[in-house]
Structures are given as structure tokens and as C-alpha cells.
């Protein structure tokens, strides 16, 4: 049952294309009343006796202390540049853990508020092939009262580099490769709880983790593998299946090389908001958004003849380019044309997965989605330069064939039966949104009903386990309404049994609000209102 309980001798993330994620650290709100916070004498910044989790040894540990205040963050691949202010003093503890025979150096930074610390730790995860995040999300926990937890897992914190998969003779480095999938984060919520205990003289009341994209993939990674490492669980677009995805989403490159047909991006534009006009009021509102791709049935081939202009060039849409968008709309197949993943969403962005660049001969190419990219290079074909471009569609069925038979038990994160987590009191929440471009809805989607049909049917997975869909919303945020207090609405759940009955959601600029509905349900126009008004509208 428990896979990685079998790998952890043998082997063990996502975020997405570095648009591919924010593991950022959403503020408590009033819906998440504050845990009783600690008093007592200001605890010293210092390094302290651990115990090492098992089958691990600890190499070193440093203390330092942060003055807080204010603290800034540079733009990042993952995020634009950061300000938190009202810092609290803080202790930041780094840990360096390795595993004899492994020959890693696995970092685990611990962020511990000297003053108003509420009893909690929350875990940060990280984004394409980056495990933790030690910026921002750290600092923001200890505002908010946290102590904060992250890891590095012993690689590069590059977001998509894979070369270090490959020892030095071009073999799986599979301790590392354990390291990354699995083994890192659960050591982390050990150290986080070993360390606070520590410095507070008081163990973790709570235990929470916050991720997107890859940092989802970890959160279902502990809730699969290790159900009492925390007692709530964020895990927004999640990259679970990932032997699946990160293979499923190349495939627009292989369609545009193998039809020798690369639409420009304004093309590609032009049939995204053509589906978006026919396929838009359906849920009673025209609102730039299709709720429900899925059902969106708009026909590409209906664009052909019209024209597009990028950059004051004027292209004509073909009857190539539409058969092109609707291969990437209805995604993968293998040979015999049996669906393997689900395809980008109707009104979806284009960009980071099936976009067209043009080389300095002026010849259009298609580069591909870099993290499956990456994975196919590295993990599959063992070759970092191999050309992705030259894959024909009967290479990636068998591509995608191997992910599945080489790596789902070691970073799949696809085990369905949530059973222990859900016998230890854990709940989990995610979000994903239903323009995601880089992590296709429909697999988490999909995995939902497989945790059903392993658990009873959706009212019973519901009791622990919830799933939002935010209308319009692309990769973890942006484009539509996205959760304004989901670490809120989780901790009421944990801590007060209060099931979130909706997620409170808006647009960065707060112009518009929604209440997300738990999935099965959807959130419906009532036909009167401010369609950019959350009352405006109601679950059915």
C-alpha cells in the first residue's frame, strides 16, 4: 500500500515551468482563530542536540538569529520581488542531513518566531524541480505566528535543472532521486518538529503544509506515504500521476513536430478567445471565463480562413493550425488512439506548453513544456541533450509507457487509498483552476473519483478531503478568482471541525470575488447581481 515505505532504500517534486508555481503563505484570517500563543522567557537563538530521523545522519546545524522588521525578497523565476513588514525577531536553524551510502547534503531550514509563536508549524514545498522555498513563505509564517519548515532535498535550487538525476557515468542517481520525490519532505516535518520542540520547550500543537504544482505533488506525497506527518494539508494544483503528467505534457511539442505545422502565438491567442465567446455564457454570465471546460464543445475548425495579427504581421488561420489546437484541446494518445491524459482546458493560456518561437534563421519551432522536457532527457532517455523535437507519436506512447513502469512507484504520488490519513484526522484541501495551463485539471479531477471509488464515494471523501475549482484561474493563481485564506479555512477545519463549506476566493486586485464551491458542486450565476460579486452567486 504505502509505496515509499518499500523505496526508501532504493529511491524518492513539481511546481510547473517556473510559471509553474507559488508556494506562497497565505495570512491567517479571521475565519482562523489563533491558536493559544506560547509564554514564556524569550528562548535562545542557538544550536541544540537533535535526533536524526531514521536511516539518516545529521551533519551539521547552524543558528542564526534575524532581527525581522522588514524584510525583502528579489524577483525570483517563481515569483516577483516580495516585502513582509512587522517581522518578528526570528531564529532560522539549518540542518544538513545525509544518508550513509547516498552521498547527499540535504538542507532543512526551520524559521522559529522569538515572540508570538501560536503553537503551529507550517511546511513549505517547492516548484518544478525545486523542493522547498527559503524565501519569503518562511518569513511570512513566522508573521503569522508560525515556525516555518522547508527543504532542499539535496538539489539545486534551479527550478529546471535535472542534470543532477545523473551520476557521473549517466545513471539515476537514486538516492537523490528518493530524496526529491519523497524522502526530503517527510525528514523536514521531523527536523521542523524536533527543532521547535527544542527552542519553544513545548511540542507542535499543529502541523500544516502549503504547496502548488510541485508543492501539491509533495502535499498528496505525505498524505499517500507518511498521513501523520501533518494534520492539514494545502496542496493546490497538484502535480500527482506524475510519471503521467510529466510526460502527457510534452505532448504539444510532439503534435506541432509531427503535423510540421506551428501556429503563431497569435493564432494560438485567437482560438483561445474563440472558445471563450462560444463557450463562456453558458454558466449565465459572460464573464471572459468558461467555467467548465470540459463541456465546452467550441470546434476550432470553425477559426480556419480568419485572420490574426502579431507583431503587425497578418496570418491566416489554416485548416493545419486548427487540427493542430484540437489534438493539444483534446490531449495525448497513444498508437491507437486511446486517451492517456487529459488536454489543456478550453480558454486555457497556451504559453509554457504549446507556444511557437522562431529562430534567428527565422524558422518557427515549438520548444516545449521545460519541465517535460526535462523529465524525458533526463529521467527517461538518460541523454541531457537529447532533441524532444524528434519524438514521433508512437515514441511517446512508449515514452509515456516507461514513465508509468520506471517511476510511478518512486514519484507517481497516484496511490489512491487516503485510508490511513484519513484514520489519523488529516484533511486536505486543494484548489486548482480550471485554465491551469501547466497541470491540466482533469488529472487531479481524475484522481479525485479514483480516491472515491478506494474510499466509499464522494460524501465520505468529503468528510476529510476537499477539492475547489476557481473559474478562469491558470497556474495557482491568476486570470480569475483564487482562495484569499485557504491555510484559514484548513485550520478551522483541523482545529475546530469547521468543514469549509465554500473557499472565499478573488482576482489579485480584488475586482472580483467568487466563493468556490467543494467539488461536486460548482458555483452558479443566480441570473441577478454584480456578476463580479461573490453573493451574486451560489453552489449547486
Not at 285 to 303: E, H, K, S
Request: glycine letters at 10%.
Amino acid at each position: 500500500m504505502k509505496r515509499v515505505a518499500k523505496l526508501i532504500a532504493a529511491a524518492v517534486p513539481l511546481a510547473a515551468l517556473v510559471p509553474l508555481t507559488l508556494t506562497a503563505v497565505t495570512p491567517l484570517g479571521p475565519s482562523a482563530p489563533a491558536a493559544q500563543t506560547v509564554s514564556q522567557a524569550e528562548p535562545a537563538c542557538a544550536t541544540a542536540p537533535l535526533t536524526a530521523p531514521d536511516g539518516a545522519k545529521i551533519e551539521s546545524v547552524q543558528a542564526v538569529r534575524q532581527p525581522g522588521g522588514t524584510v525583502s525578497f528579489p524577483e525570483t523565476p517563481a515569483s516577483g520581488p516580495i516585502r513582509i513588514d512587522d517581522v518578528p525577531a526570528y531564529c532560522q536553524v539549518t540542518v544538513t542531513l545525509t544518508h550513509p551510502g547516498a552521498n547527499d547534503h540535504v538542507k532543512v531550514a526551520v524559521t522559529l518566531p522569538e515572540t508570538g509563536w501560536t503553537g503551529r508549524l507550517q511546511a513549505v514545498g517547492g516548484s518544478a524541480y525545486t523542493a522547498g522555498d527559503f524565501g519569503a513563505p518562511l518569513v511570512q509564517a513566522v508573521k503569522n505566528g508560525y515556525a516555518g519548515v522547508t527543504t532542499d532535498a539535496g538539489v539545486p535550487l534551479t527550478f529546471l535543472d535535472t542534470t543532477w538525476a545523473l551520476t557521473a557515468d549517466g545513471k539515476i542517481n537514486q538516492p537523490l532521486v528518493t530524496d526529491f520525490a519523497t524522502r526530503s519532505v517527510h525528514e523536514s516535518a521531523v527536523i521542523g518538529k524536533d527543532v521547535a520542540k527544542r527552542f519553544y520547550s513545548r511540542a507542535v500543537s499543529y502541523a500544516y503544509w502549503t504547496g502548488c504544482s510541485t508543492g501539491g505533488r509533495q502535499g498528496y506525497s505525505e498524505a499517500q506515504n507518511y498521513p501523520a506527518d501533518f494534520d492539514g494539508i494545502a496542496a493546490n494544483a497538484p502535480a500527482v500521476d506524475w510519471s503521467q503528467f510529466a510526460v502527457a505534457t510534452l505532448w504539444p511539442q510532439v503534435v506541432m513536430n509531427q503535423e510540421h505545422d506551428f501556429p503563431a502565438n497569435c493564432v494560438l491567442e485567437a482560438f483561445r478567445h474563440a472558445a471563450i465567446r462560444a463557450c463562456d455564457p453558458r454558466d449565465g454570465v459572460t464573464d471572459g471565463i468558461i467555467d467548465q471546460p470540459g463541456t465546452c464543445g467550441y470546434d476550432p475548425r470553425a477559426l480556419v480562413g480568419t485572420k490574426a495579427f502579431c507583431d503587425g504581421k497578418q496570418f491566416t488561420v489554416t485548416a493545419a493550425d486548427a487540427d493542430v489546437v484540437r489534438k493539444i484541446w483534446a490531449g495525448p494518445t497513444d498508437e491507437h488512439g486511446r486517451q492517456l491524459w487529459p488536454g489543456l482546458p478550453k480558454g486555457a493560456d497556451f504559453s509554457g506548453v504549446a507556444e511557437t518561437k522562431v529562430d534567428d534563421n527565422g524558422t518557427p519551432y515549438a520548444p516545449g513544456f521545460q519541465v517535460a522536457v526535462g523529465w524525458v532527457q533526463t529521467f527517461l532517455e538518460k541523454q541531457p541533450g537529447f532533441d524532444t523535437s524528434k519524438i514521433t507519436y508512437r515514441q511517446f506512447a512508449g515514452l509515456f509507457r516507461q514513465s508509468v513502469q520506471e517511476y510511478d512507484h518512486v514519484i507517481g504520488t497516484s496511490d489512491p487509498d487516503l485510508s490511513d490519513f484519513r484514520a489519523a484526522g488529516g484533511k486536505l484541501i486543494t484548489f486548482i483552476g480550471t485554465a491551469d495551463q501547466l497541470i491540466p485539471p482533469g488529472g487531479t479531477l481524475q484522481y479525485r473519483r479514483q480516491v472515491e471509488r478506494e474510499l466509499g464515494g464522494t460524501q465520505r471523501v468529503n468528510d476529510f478531503y476537499r477539492l475547489f475549482f476557481g473559474p478562469g484561474v491558470s497556474h495557482c493563481q491568476g486570470g480569475g478568482p483564487a482562495p484569499t485564506d485557504q491555510l484559514g479555512a484548513l485550520v478551522n477545519w483541523v482545529e475546530h471541525g469547521q468543514a469549509p463549506a465554500t473557499l472565499a476566493a478573488a482576482t489579485p486586485d480584488g475586482t472580483t470575488t467568487r466563493n468556490l464551491c467543494p467539488y461536486p458542486q460548482a458555483s452558479r450565476y443566480t441570473g441577478h447581481g454584480d456578476p463580479a460579486v461573490a453573493s451574486s452567486y451560489r453552489c449547486r
